[in-house]
């Protein structure tokens, strides 16, 4: 895999190197997973991961922000962002390395 940053590309050929799959079948395999994490993010809904953790989508309502430049103040404007939250499994895991 690429050093620092993993790809789909990585991802595809991660699943082609352990699976056995056809480099494209394995990236379509790799695109349809992504997809359904997307849609279901769309929908408000959590994904879970076991073993990996938990991605979520939550609203902020307004707020006044400040621009560090001037100092003005600003709306910042209601928004939905997306959260993700590590399992203990993938913390331990990291902790350890």
Do not use: W
């Not at 395999?29 to 991961?49: N, R």
């Not at 404007?77 to 939250?85: D, E, G, N, Q």
């Amino acid at each position: 895999m690429a050093e620092g940053t993993v790809t789909r590309a990585d991802l595809g050929e991660a699943v082609y190197q352990e699976v056995g799959l056809s480099r494209n079948e394995s990236m379509d395999l790799v695109e349809m997973v992504l997809q359904e994490m997307s849609d279901t993010l769309v929908k408000g809904e959590m994904v879970k991961i076991s073993s990996f953790g938990t991605f979520s989508v939550r609203q902020k309502g307004q707020r006044i922000g400040r621009n560090p430049k001037t100092g003005e103040e600003v709306p910042i404007l209601p928004r939905r962002v997306l959260t993700f939250r590590a399992s203990h499994v993938l913390k331990n895991r990291i902790n350890k390395s």
